[in-house]
């Protein structure tokens, strides 16, 4: 599977990355090499594996559905690039 | 007692701090000047909190004078700049969190603040903890004291090599594929990966949420045991940290080795490891038969296929948990967007390294429709190979003895071009983290070239405390941790 420029900008756009024409070179190349060498995974057979998605087998966390203190709004706002208000303030979503 | 350049251990500090002969002010002064001093030279430090590290230790002396004395109160301690720290900017190494301050502390900056530590500053790393040298740091790289053309190791570079630099008595880091303890071997100081679960990552920015942990960077074995002892145990922030009792590390400390099994993994005693690591890490393993260890050889056999798993998993992961760098809630914002969707393209683009974009577009292409099945279901089936290559060897020995990277330091610039070749750097320390067990870095000796080199000592699932027992007794029969690095 080898990768083209038109995937890696495809790439680019699922992962919400404005990527520069030289960037998009970049990366075809650095891709190709490192899914080129992870190729190597399909020579072991894993038909019969289970998949491995956490090291310490673990059941779901249940707590208590209890109302702790959080965040204040003020404090959610605090690094915000802008406000108003209570809200976070963004470009215009809806024409 | 004054001090021109302080050079104490965790535990030589508790004894001056409790028998009241140094002061907790005194010392943090006296480190601060030393971070001062050696900064422009080293750049360890991303942020210095000259004021409030002031006022913790008055804090804390007060408390010692009350006879309130907990184990690391009045200790000078710096973080990895990705710990969350209330009030205290927060880069995780990244442009795109310049100015974050984050409005709350994690669970292991809030333990250390209960027993009234000082906090002296955050410390530089690679970019959102991506990458092996430091050198992806938006902030630029760290130096290695030991010789500073070379990297001090990543991504937790910056608390290596200022715990090496005694800039501070202590560090803590975090380690995805090796990002403690490689760093602890090129700089000379220890480092520990706990086992996942052991310590609380709530707060931690996350990079790989099923590999990472936080661990101590120390100047010796007592002083990772008392660190780790502080920032062990369950937290029910964290859904992932696990209910298990923490032992007493320090009690178990000097036990003897008789009897311990001691296993040589033969897929890390190969073709391609630096001559002067072969010989320190055969060395080592001479002096643990001395010592009383038996020692066996085993096999892990799916070590050759781990950093290609820790590629797709690590990237898969990392490019979930960094969607929220959106410049929505915090965060740089591009002001150029035209649209929503365009802010989010922009800020992204405006805010990351090299490295974070090349790791984010793997990680989504693994995981994109169509590729799924072939990449990230597939590492995560070999990851099941991989962990459980460690347990059958945990049915023959209770400990593995491996080099903690094929080669010393390298030299700063040297494999930026290449990502490949930077990834294979990490082959001896990411398949711990793809099995989730622990391991410590110890020092064992140097190169010819007068860098540092690195033991790994791997250990059975929260058996913290048996490799911390062999370390300790390796590191009482050499003097490698007394040497230190020719400074400015």
Known sequence: MKISRADVEHVSRLARLALSDDELDALTHDMAAILDYVEQLNTLDTDDILPTSHAVPMENAFRADVIKPGLTPEEALSNAPDAAGTLFRVRRVIE | MTMTSPDFTLAALREHLDKKDLSAVEVTRAYLERIAATNPALNTFITICEESAIGEAEAADKRIAAGDTQPLTGLPIAVKDIFSTRNVRTTCGSRILQNYRPPYDASVIDRLKKQNA??????????????????????????????????????????????????????????????????????????????????????????????????????????????????????????????????????????????????LPDEYFIEGVDADVHQAVTAAVDRYRQLGAQVVPVSLPHTAYAVACYYLVATAEASSNLARYDGVRYGLRAEDAENLIDTYMKSRAAGFGTEVKRRIMLGTYALSSGYYDAYYLKAQKVRTLIRQDFLEAFNQVDVLLTPIAPTPAFQLGEKVADPLTMYLSDIFTIPVNLAGTCAISVPCGFAENGLPIGLQLIGKPFAEATILQAAYAFEQATDWHHRKPDLP
């Open chain 2, 118 to 263: 000082v906090l002296l500053g955050k410390l530089n790393m690679d970019e959102f903890a991506m990458g092996s040298s430091n050198e992806n740091s938006a902030y630029g790289p760290a130096k290695n004291p030991w010789d500073r053309t070379c990297v001090p190791g990543g991504s937790s570079g910056g608390s290596a090599a200022s715990v090496a630099a005694r800039q501070t008595a202590a560090a803590l880091g975090t380690d995805t594929g090796g990002s403690v303890r490689q760093p602890a071997a090129h700089c000379g100081v220890v480092g520990l990966k706990p086992t996942y679960g052991r310590v609380s990552r709530y707060g931690v920015v996350a990079y790989a949420s099923s590999l990472d942990q936080v661990g101590p960077v120390t100047r010796d074995v007592r002083d990772c045991a008392l660190l780790l002892q502080a920032v062990a145990g369950y937290d029910p922030a964290d859904s992932t940290s696990v209910d298990t009792p923490v032992p007493d590390y320090a009690a178990t400390l000097e036990g003897d080795l008789q009897g311990l099994r001691i296993g």
